[in-house]
């Protein structure tokens, strides 16, 4: 039911027979030297809780085969060398709580099915290659309160929907080229429960705004 092979200098692909344990509901993978795709069999193991397969060496395009996991509640994959786009079956997934995909090569424009993604409370895609505008139907995804977007090439402003982001904590969104800082404060500020908030790295050749009627109630790290 656990397997936990973190923290060696394991190299190669993972071995077919991994694929054939039914029953195993945490699979703990990081940092070794595992390299290749992500074989696509990994979906076989349809009671995965967790799955954690960061700090390795996987590279090419994500598996899309995210709903065959009924139960999966963690998937974290950062610090490899993926590509593409995020799979639609990871994109659409309602029980991923967890979602980390930070410092890889992953790119296109960023497209969550958030009316789907009902569990989605962190989301962590920072230093990638994702680009367009930052979406703006985060708001939606229900339980969503923590995001990294940072080291992206992001462009536009800070959508007018985040008005309506009563759940978000946590957001970075450092070193994206967004511009508009007064319309991203004017925004942020409804956000009533954000308490952290990382800008660094835009914005370039604004000014801070002095509007005295700007008010974040909650923030604790600007």
């Known amino acids: 039911e656990d397997l936990c092979l ?13 694929f054939h344990l039914s029953k195993l509901e945490r699979l703990t993978l990081q ?12 979906g076989n193991l349809s009671s995965l809780v967790f799955l954690d397969v960061s700090l390795n060496e996987f590279s090419g395009n994500l598996p899309d085969v995210f ?6 509640n963690y998937f974290a994959a950062q610090s490899n060398k993926f590509i593409g786009r995020i799979p639609m079956s990871l ?15 992953l790119g296109d424009t960023l497209d969550l ?10 989301l962590d895609l920072g230093t990638n290659q994702f680009r367009g505008a930052i979406p703006d139907n985060l708001p939606t995804c229900p339980q969503l309160r923590t995001i990294n977007l940072a080291k992206n090439s992001f462009t536009g402003q800070i959508p007018e929907t985040f008005k309506n982001f009563q759940t ?3 957001l970075s969104i450092s070193n994206t080229s967004i511009h508009n800082l007064s319309s991203a404060l004017a925004t942020l500020q409804h ?3 954000l308490t952290t908030l990382f800008l660094t790295l835009n914005f370039h050749n604004e000014q801070l705004p002095s509007d005295s009627a700007l008010r974040f109630t909650k923030l604790r790290a600007l």
């Open 6 to 18: 973190a923290s060696n200098f394991l190299s190669g692909g993972l071995p077919e027979d991994l």
């Open 31 to 42: 940092d070794n030297k595992f390299s290749g795709n992500l074989n696509a069999n990994i």
């Open 67 to 72: 709903l065959r996991f009924g139960k999966l």
């Open 91 to 105: 994109a659409n997934s309602p029980t991923v709580a967890t979602l980390s995909l930070r410092n890889n090569s």
């Open 113 to 122: 099915n958030c009316a789907a993604m009902t569990s989605l409370v962190s």
């Open 168 to 170: 978000l904590s946590y």
């Open 191 to 193: 956000c009533k429960n």
